[in-house]
């Protein structure tokens, strides 16, 4: 479905660092893809000469069967079906929130790549229903600078998709916007893919914005990709450098069995087993995808009674990784793993070795709300 | 109706003085006109130029500002004699002579006042900030919908600025006439010329009437120029600074 190689030489210019990007990204499922890693690393020069906008790059670009970029061959950004955010404000300021939408449906109706697109959305992705899905109805006449920094972002994710895009590029998406918003927008991108099936990648250098959304990750350090998996796949792997990290944690797929509306708290099934969790009303589906940090997972070898901690989870322990201070033990729970940080002490006090049967403490409220 | 003797537009002015006014005005508009015309196309094709290339159109667009216009006069005049290339092709076509004729007097004035055009608009379209231009392209807009669309309606109030600009340049202009124009009244004979006709034959009384008008309406013109760059606008916001 998308095959990108890229090669991007920028000498030292102006105090700058010399940076070279070498990478090479392969996927057959539209589903949301995150680049992650430090500032420099080199994940919005990648999305700039996906979107045709570094001419001095050398790559190879093929979408659904049509090449892009190869050698002399270089498509100009207008002929790409790429959706792309970049990290500026770019609404037009002239014109209104609808104006601006309709704009991007005037572009795309007349660029010579709506001819040439090898596949179209049917139905295509209509401006109304755009409107509805991201809320964006009742402020269609305001102009852009009337408008918060999540209005703005959904409404520039609303053009984009406009464009009736083969792929969606988004650079920094939920910089600068709150919470609330964030989670928003998180679902509606969600139910773009389910919805149009349009794959989405994005760059990020937040971690918990990568575990609340991605489905596939790359992991980028100084120009290349060290890591890439299915996100719960690489958290899981005890050597991948978030993991020598505060941020080590581990991603679980549950299903919805019912719903206390007193406590506000789902209870969901764990392949044989429940775990309890905060969601809002509005919140609740079939199938959540929970995060947990590590370091909010307790280990016990007994199951503890009169304890506030509302799940104990009976686990498998199949790797222990010692750090100078801590260990990380990964737990086995049907096919699903978790990660647990606990001190040397702890893990000399309770003797764990590899095979051992422990049950993992885990508070509902440090189990991530799940994105809707 | 302006050559009637019991009527006149501006009462204390001349009838020539007033025919020359005149010729000035329809002068500048026209000139104005064909320079935005040329501006605006060549300033959109220049900010995508690679930097030489404006380091060379800018020189070159600038060159009006400092040089004498007599300078430039004195080679348009070259330009438009019969056996020129330039004159050659003009009197083949139209069978009339390009020097001492308002034809070539507005081409004296697209060139005199190139910069005061030109400029402004460069520079404002120069400013439009980068992702507007990018985003737009990544949407599948051409060139020539961006111009339309974005930079247009965005630079509206610099483009507003050059138009005047040139308008009350035009108006002023003397030096280029006085080369390629000569005096001839209704053709070529505008109000900086009368004015010093007036002063050659010592008529103090008429100067100083024709230049104190002369005076007012560009400065009434400069007045309205800036007032429209100073204003703040209510929405929509047009401001082309990020």
């Not at chain 1, 069967?65 to 037009?92: A, I, T, V």
């Not at chain 2, 340049?169 to 004979?189: A, D, K, R, S, W």
Request: charged share 15%; with cysteine; hydrophobic share 45%.
């Amino acid at each position: 479905m998308f095959y990108a190689k890229v090669a991007l030489q920028r000498p030292n210019v102006r105090a700058l660092d010399a940076f070279s990007l070498d990478v090479e990204i392969a996927f057959d499922r539209p589903q949301i893809y995150a680049l992650y890693g430090p500032s420099g690393s080199g994940k919005s020069t990648l999305l700039r000469v996906l979107t045709g906008f570094e001419p001095s790059a050398h790559a190879k670009i093929i979408l659904k069967n049509r090449l892009y970029q190869e050698g002399d061959k270089h498509s100009p950004p207008q002929q790409r079906p790429f959706g792309y955010l970049s990290q500026h404000e770019d609404l037009l300021p002239h014109l209104t929130l609808n104006q601006n939408l309709a704009f991007a449906e005037q572009c795309a109706a007349r660029s010579s790549r709506t001819s040439e697109q090898p596949t179209r959305y049917t139905p295509p992705l209509d401006r109304s229903e755009l409107l509805n899905l991201l809320k964006l109805q009742p402020l269609s006449h305001h102009y852009p600078d009337q408008l918060s920094q999540g209005e703005k972002q959904r409404t520039r994710i609303a053009r984009a998709l406009l464009q009736q895009p083969q792929l969606l590029l988004l650079d920094e998406p939920f910089v600068n916007i709150d919470h609330d918003s964030k989670e928003m927008i998180f679902g509606y991108l969600k139910k773009v893919v389910e919805r149009w099936s349009v794959p989405i990648i994005f760059v990020s250098h937040i971690f918990s914005e990568i575990l609340a959304l991605s489905d596939y990750l790359f992991i980028m350090d100084r120009g290349g990709i060290t890591i890439h998996g299915e996100t719960a796949t690489v958290l899981s792997d005890l050597n991948n450098p978030i993991n020598s990290t505060h941020l080590a944690s581990s991603l679980l797929d549950v299903t919805h069995i019912q719903y206390d509306t007193t406590h506000q708290l789902v209870e969901a099934a764990l392949e044989d087993q429940t775990l309890l969790f905060h969601a809002s009303p509005e919140h609740i589906q079939t199938t959540y995808r929970i995060a947990i940090y590590a370091h909010a997972i307790s280990l016990s070898l007994e199951k503890p009674h009169a304890c506030s901690i509302l799940n104990t989870l009976k686990a498998t322990v199949i790797d222990i990784e010692q750090d100078t201070l801590d260990a990380l033990i990964k737990l086995k729970i049907g096919r699903q793993y978790l990660i647990s940080r606990i001190t040397l002490r702890s893990l000399e006090t309770l003797n764990l070795t590899v095979g051992q049967t422990v049950f993992a403490l885990i508070k509902s409220v440090a189990i991530t709300p799940p994105a809707f | 109706m302006f050559t009637d003797p019991e009527w006149s537009l501006i009462p204390w002015l001349a009838p020539s003085d007033i025919t020359a006014l005149l010729l000035s005005i329809k002068l500048a508009a026209l000139s104005t006109l064909l320079l935005l015309l040329i501006a605006i196309p060549a300033a959109w094709l220049l900010t995508r130029a690679p930097k030489p290339v404006k380091i060379l159109a800018e020189s070159t667009i600038a060159l009006p500002l400092v040089l004498p216009p007599t300078v430039l006069g004195y080679y348009l005049l070259l330009a438009f004699a019969p056996h020129s290339w330039l004159g050659g092709s003009w009197h083949q076509l139209t069978g009339t002579t390009l020097s001492f004729s308002f034809s070539g007097l507005m081409l004296g004035s697209v060139l005199y006042s190139l910069p005061f055009v030109a400029q402004p608009i460069f520079n404002a379209f120069e400013r439009i900030p980068k992702p507007y231009i990018e985003s737009a392209m990544n949407l599948g807009a051409s060139n020539t919908t961006i111009l339309h669309r974005i930079a247009l309606p965005l630079c509206k109030r610099s483009i507003l600025m050059g138009a005047g600009l040139g308008f009350a340049h035009t108006l002023g202009e003397f030096g280029v006439v006085l080369m390629i124009g000569g005096n001839i009244p209704g053709e070529t004979q505008v109000v900086a010329i009368q004015l010093y006709d007036h002063v050659e034959s010592l008529a103090y009384d008429a100067a100083n009437r024709l230049a104190l008008t002369l005076l007012g309406a560009s400065f009434a013109l400069l007045l309205l120029c800036y007032s429209i760059h100073y204003s703040t606008g209510s929405s929509p916001p047009c401001s082309t600074q990020k």
